[in-house]
């Protein structure tokens, strides 16, 4: 499985962007999908996640409320949609697929890895 992120850019505090994520491979629909982020400097985080059963959503405190994740299992796509979008946001945003361990909220849990899209909030 490929994943190819996009839709990063510059944006003004409060404002939004959407980041798409298309996947390669036929068994899209049977793995979760989520998102990660790496400020400046900083460790590796999670962002969102998206079941591949029943589409339920799991977000990490910091966007909930702000942060929307979904899926089209028939354009291979995830999809962040990202308001209210505030200077602690910026960060290279990464596309993950497949979670193999227990919990969506470690990078060792997930198989595959997009190469990464820039997200810069100015204030």
């Known amino acids: 499985v490929q994943l190819q992120a996009s839709g990063g850019g510059l944006v003004q505090a409060g404002g939004s962007l959407r980041l798409s994520c298309a996947a390669s491979?036929?068994?899209?629909?049977?793995?979760?999908m989520g998102w990660f982020r790496q400020p400046p400097g900083k460790e590796r985080e999670f962002v969102a996640a998206i079941s591949w059963i029943g589409g339920t959503t799991y977000y990490a405190d910091s966007v909930k409320g702000r942060f929307t994740i979904s899926r089209d299992n028939a354009k291979n796509t995830v999809y962040l949609q990202m308001n209210t979008l505030k200077p602690e946001d910026t960060a290279v945003y990464y596309c993950?697929?497949?979670?193999?361990?227990?919990?969506?909220?470690?990078?060792?849990?997930?198989?595959?890895w997009g190469q990464g899209t820039q997200v810069t909030v100015s204030s």
């Open positions: 993950v697929g497949q979670v193999v361990g227990g919990s969506y909220y470690y990078t060792s849990n997930w198989n595959y």
């Open positions: 491979g036929r068994t899209f629909s049977s793995y979760s």
